[in-house]
């Protein structure tokens, strides 16, 4: 038998940027099953963020590379695209750390997050001069004014604090298993089921 864990937002509730999305069983949308997702901004207006563990299936960086003219050296290797929403796959985002700033490009998301959405860091990551930590995301994930909110109430995601030892150390099937873990969730026990406390 499982147990639920809920959470309630009060209506003008703190800026969730800079937070990790944790899916829950039963959410009903696929593209977010068990996924982890990096809040890069959160606003009255709405929401943004990036997938950080499922891998894009069918991308080759060195293709991508490729396609945008990006020349390529010694340190694509350790480059890997990732599915970072359903909206503007076409798009590419890297989130990464703040060891690396693009003039006028990069935003500094918290302490430990940046991110950088203009090729001259792929350039950069390529030649091996980008940030120490980065995951390339195609598209992303966004949410128009409370949407995301009321989402959360209903039992479709919890939040918890990002760490770079999740978001950018952790192997991707082990990411929402780590998120949970962050805040004592065993996901063996979770429920499907949304409801009330």
């Not at 050296?73 to 985002?93: K, L, M, S, T, Y």
């Not at 989402?151 to 099937?173: K, Y």
């Amino acid at each position: 038998m499982g147990y639920g864990v809920y959470m309630t937002l009060p209506p003008d509730s703190a800026d969730l940027g800079g937070k990790l999305l944790i899916a829950m069983p039963g959410m009903g949308d696929p593209r977010f099953d068990r996924s982890v997702i990096y809040l890069c901004a959160h606003s009255p207006e709405g929401s943004m963020g990036l997938i950080v563990n499922k891998p894009a299936s069918g991308v080759s960086v060195d293709n991508l590379l490729d396609q945008l003219k990006v020349k390529k050296g010694d340190g694509r290797g350790n480059i890997v695209a990732h599915f970072g929403g359903p909206v503007e796959h076409g798009r590419g985002f890297v989130l990464h750390s703040t060891d690396y700033m693009s003039e006028g490009s990069t935003m500094q998301v918290d302490a430990g997050f940046a991110m950088t959405a203009t090729l001259d860091i792929l350039q950069d990551i390529s030649m091996g001069n980008g940030p120490s930590r980065q995951i390339l995301a195609l598209g992303y994930a966004g949410w128009g004014a409370g949407q995301l909110e009321t989402e959360i109430q209903a039992n479709g995601w919890l939040t918890c604090d990002a760490s770079p030892e999740i978001v950018f150390d952790a192997r991707d099937a082990e990411k929402w298993t780590a998120a949970l873990a962050s805040l004592g969730v065993d996901p063996l026990l979770l429920s499907a089921k949304a409801g009330h406390a």
